[in-house]
């Protein structure tokens, strides 16, 4: 008899996205069942990788009330359930399964941490945060850094006294680099340049991402607003969602994105690929990160990055091999980097060789997978 493995996520779409593939390679082994707040995509990850899912509403913001309900619903599942593993890895669903794991008797409590978002935060709401992250750890039996960064900064922090380990070399499923692949778009660079309205010359920047304050997008705007006043060529791709009830930008920015003409804003897309293939660089200048797959799927579509020293942005980039690496929170040091991108095109295009190269050798999923399997397999 297969032993069983609970995956938890706090949102169902983390099970379809995130970890897209892996549940259902890890479902040859385990008996997996996939447990998330159900947003609409709960079935199609159950017909998708071939498991049982299970609905538990979760709330990505902290309300007590609510999340007691999902702690106890949380509790039912998994005392029904009795598996041998339960492993989460969005904060939400972490806190709560670990607690519950705990309460209940699960063997294996495995936490993957992939962000820590204590460090976007001040005063009592960091503090808190920091509280949930410790509780979250003591509940865990084994506790698992995404990258090398996550594992320093837990320990600086003195979030977790337990041994930490990083899968691999980090991240959470790696990337599918058959399927983000110039050649696995279906069209070429110049027909979805002349679709999305560039010209030939223009240099074309693409963020993908939650367009949200944490993702330092309030500097993007200041550096966009300087850039297209010297230099017309300066464009701006723009991918993502707008949260604003959650972590909004400075006044004035979000219409900025969306009307002004250096700037083409498409909105939340499910296939990133040829707006990655589009551009000429991605801008990425993110507050905090935990091991970020928009850097890693742009690499392998052969575009160098333009990233903040944080965890996770400074282990897929090199600084000058593969991309940039600049301070986070910096306009002035975000506007003078995409300057020098649109000013060495030598320089940009051999970075530009070395991405995709890069991600291949150090991440690709089926890697990542088998070294997560084997974890799992060494559990008693």
Sequence with gaps: MRKKLVRVTTADISLLGLLGGQLGFLNREFEVVGLAADTGCLDTVARNE??????VPMRRDISLWSDLRSLFTMIRVLRKERPFIVHSNTPKGSLLSMVAGKLVGVPNRLYT???LRYQGESGTKRKLLMLMERITCFCATRVIPEGEGVKKTLRADRITGKPLSVIHNGNISGIDTSFFSPAAVGKTRKELREELGFEDDDFVFVFVGRIV???GMNELADAMRSLKR???RCKLLLVGPFESDLDSLAEGNEEFFRTDESIKYVGFQSDVRPFLLAADALVFPS????FPNVVMQAGAMGLPSIVTDINGCNEIIQEGLNGRIIPPRDEAALESVM???MDNPEAVSSMAA?????IQ?????????NALLEMYRSLS
């Design 113 to 115: 941490v992939t962000g």
């Design 354 to 358: 070395h991405a995709r190269y890069m």
């Design 230 to 232: 010297t230099d017309s």
């Design 361 to 369: 050798s150090r991440y690709e999923r089926e890697d990542v997978w």
């Design 339 to 341: 300057r020098w991108f």
């Design 50 to 55: 071939g498991i049982r899912v299970i609905d």
């Design 213 to 215: 304050k944490d993702k």
């Design 287 to 290: 507050y905090r990160e935990g």
